[in-house]
């Protein structure tokens, strides 16, 4: 099974618009972590933001924000005011305590366009 | 701060020649990662270096990859034979200490291969 899963593979948004990114992670571990990537076309994957299960507040990170819905295994990457350097890739992934919280688990992405 | 550093940007081989990536942690970074991100998926976990030990090469196929890490800071990724399907993009990237599921990873920008 995924155990993190992106079902938008492409989005668009109009520039100073919100949007919003699903992930939904799949883990039995009652400790892990959720983390938000982008990837512009320079290659390089940039951390956003960050949310533990244990958290009882939902991140946020300047214009960015995640939507943590525990029961429904969702972690949403909500991006305010869209810019154009917002244009890139966005991965989701996870990171689980009983695995030795060695490895960090991505979803196969969303690639974001936003529009002037 | 100097970020991950990585060389070469990009490579391109005939299949069945031999390869090698070369990456420079965070200064102070004692986990050292590689990941494969093969085109349209998120990265995968190839080999995970505490200090110069080897944490985690499940994901790693030890046939035809290797990789070291002398003295706990620069790492070297090899690829001989390389096939069609190791075409990719090869992340590394760093952490302080690679415990805790909510420990940041700092990636570099990536080698691009192509086979041909």
């Known amino acids: 099974a995924q155990k993190i899963t992106q079902t938008q593979p492409g989005m668009f948004v109009q520039e100073k618009e919100a949007v919003t990114l699903d992930c939904t992670y799949d883990?039995?571990?009652?400790?892990?972590?959720l983390f938000w990537y982008k990837q512009p076309s320079s290659g390089e994957m940039i951390f956003l933001i960050y949310q533990g299960s244990y958290d009882q507040q939902n991140a946020t990170e300047g214009r960015y924000s995640l939507n943590f819905q525990k029961a429904r295994k969702s972690a949403n990457l909500v991006i305010s005011a869209s810019q154009l350097g917002d244009s890139a890739m966005y991965f989701c992934?996870?990171?689980?305590?009983?695995?030795?919280?060695?490895?960090?688990?991505f979803g196969t992405g969303t690639r974001l366009t936003v529009i002037p | 701060e100097a970020g991950v550093a990585q060389s070469p940007r990009y490579k391109i081989i005939e299949k069945r020649q031999s390869v090698a990536f070369w990456c420079n942690p965070i200064s102070g970074h004692a986990t050292l990662y590689w990941y494969q991100q093969i085109l349209g998926q998120g990265p995968k976990l190839l080999i995970q270096?505490?200090?110069?030990?080897?944490?985690?090469d499940s994901q790693l196929p030890k046939d035809r990859f290797s990789a070291e890490r002398l003295k706990g800071v620069d790492s070297t990724l090899k690829i001989q034979p390389a096939k069609l399907e190791d075409s990719a993009v090869y992340l590394c990237?760093?952490?302080?200490?690679?415990?805790?599921?909510?420990?940041?990873?700092?990636f570099g920008s990536g080698t691009q291969l192509s086979v041909l």
């Open positions: 992934a996870m990171r689980e305590q009983q695995t030795g919280a060695n490895n960090l688990f």
């Open positions: 270096f505490q200090n110069n030990g080897v944490v985690d």
């Open positions: 883990t039995s571990d009652p400790s892990y972590g």
């Open positions: 990237a760093s952490s302080l200490d690679g415990t805790g599921v909510g420990e940041k990873l700092f």
